[in-house]
């Protein structure tokens, strides 16, 4: 593991024009995972869902997030908490049939303990007698969780820097989209046999639409107009400028023709209008912002080779509301799925590849500069929390 950790700092040391991938084994070795997922995971910030999943009072999601088992609920006063659904008497998972859902409170199967939303427990049968039972200590233990722009996180670090102080500079530069107002309007869960890094590499970097894309995104963000912007610690993000391709359809759009969009959201300022841009929160959201809508894209690792990937489409629904919105929805998602479809292939065979014999190191395109930053981060995070 030393070697791998050496040649992590050398990737992340070198300047524009050296730069090169990690070592291929970082991508599957099981002790490099280990060692990964403690000092990076562990230690930050992970992605869980969006405020407008939990609407009401007594909206919850099950969410599972390095082997802890979670309730994301609207409590009785309307906040957000974040609760482990392990039941305080024998340690019962407590998902329910439907892993989101409303509910009034939540119910172990086994024995009936019966706990409020806010985690409080309700009732616990047949306990009398017992004297080292004492209701007050029997809350479902709660998670420290940030809502940013809408986007609910979870740390299970209690030294973690609060992700607002991180993310500041973000707020002013993506204001305009209010995220926080968008509603899910698909959300899905995908096969994602390779590792977390993979996932995230392949969405932060915009050179592969030269190939991936070729037919579908290259035309209307093609790779060499891209622009690497600046961007807070532990976050990337890239600018693509709108070609005139899409200002063409977008013109056809607004004539009333055609059903490739939405609109634009009110409020985009013309800056706005000119690019569209990919974002990551890193280690596990990447998201991509046009003019209608975001992609966002929650990445956890569930192992060296394999990890949750979960889709969301939020939409305002301001947007959803204009004539005909509704009818464009399903070729909204179709598009959506096209290029999707053609980053999973391409990954599939990545992952292939990179357990070959034959793979090396290789170099990095300046246009691949997210991918750097990527390395950066872990960097950091190895010598931040290293033994
Ligand atoms: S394990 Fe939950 S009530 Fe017994
Ligand atoms: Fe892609």
Not at 11 to 35: H, K, M, N, V
Not at 330 to 345: G, I, K, S, V
Request: aromatic residues 10%; negative net charge; hydrophobic residues 40%.
């Amino acid at each position: 593991m030393e070697r791998l950790e050496t040649q992590l700092h050398d990737c992340a040391g070198r300047p524009q024009g050296s730069r090169i991938t990690l070592p291929p084994e970082t991508y599957y070795d099981p002790d490099w995972f280990t060692l990964e997922r403690a000092r990076v995971h562990e230690t930050d910030w992970l992605f869980l869902g969006h405020v407008s999943e939990l609407p009401r009072e007594g909206s919850y999601l099950c969410v599972d997030v390095l082997d802890e088992p979670l309730f994301l609920v609207r409590d009785e006063e309307a906040n957000v908490r974040v609760l482990s659904r392990v039941c305080r008497h024998r340690g019962v998972d407590m998902r329910p049939e439907t892993h989101a859902g409303r509910i009034r409170g939540f119910v172990c199967p086994y024995h009936h303990w019966s706990y409020k939303l806010s985690g409080k427990l309700r009732n616990a049968p047949l306990m009398d007698g017992s004297e080292v039972f004492h209701p007050e200590n029997c809350a479902l233990p709660e998670f420290r969780h940030e809502i940013w722009n809408g986007f609910i996180f979870v740390t299970f670090d209690p030294d973690a820097r609060p992700l607002a102080e991180r993310l500041g500079h973000f707020d002013t530069r993506l204001s305009n989209w209010r995220l926080a107002e968008m509603g899910v309007v698909r959300k899905q869960d995908w096969p994602a046999p390779w590792n977390w890094k993979v996932m995230v590499e392949n969405f932060v970097e915009g050179y592969h639409h030269i190939g991936t894309h070729a037919r579908s995104l290259e035309p209307i963000w093609p790779a060499n107009t891209h622009k690497t912007e600046s961007a807070p610690a532990g976050t990337t993000m890239l600018r693509f400028p709108n070609s005139e391709d899409y200002l063409a359809r977008r013109v056809h759009r607004e004539a009333g023709a055609g059903t490739d969009g939405l609109g634009a959201i009110p409020g985009l300022a013309d800056a706005d209008l000119e690019a569209s841009l990919v974002l990551s929160v890193l280690p596990s959201l990447t998201g991509f912002l046009v003019e209608d809508r975001a992609y966002v894209f929650r990445i956890l690792p569930t192992g060296p080779e394999s990890t949750s990937l979960t889709t969301y489409e939020l939409i305002h629904e301001e947007l959803l509301q204009a004539a005909g919105a509704e009818a464009k929805l399903p070729l909204e998602f179709e598009m959506f799925d096209t290029f999707h479809r053609e980053d999973l292939a391409l990954l599939a065979q990545m992952t292939g590849g990179l357990k070959a014999r034959a793979a090396r190191q290789g170099a990095l395109s300046p246009f691949e500069e997210p991918i750097w930053q990527l390395q950066r981060y872990l960097s950091g995070k190895f010598r931040k929390n290293g033994a």
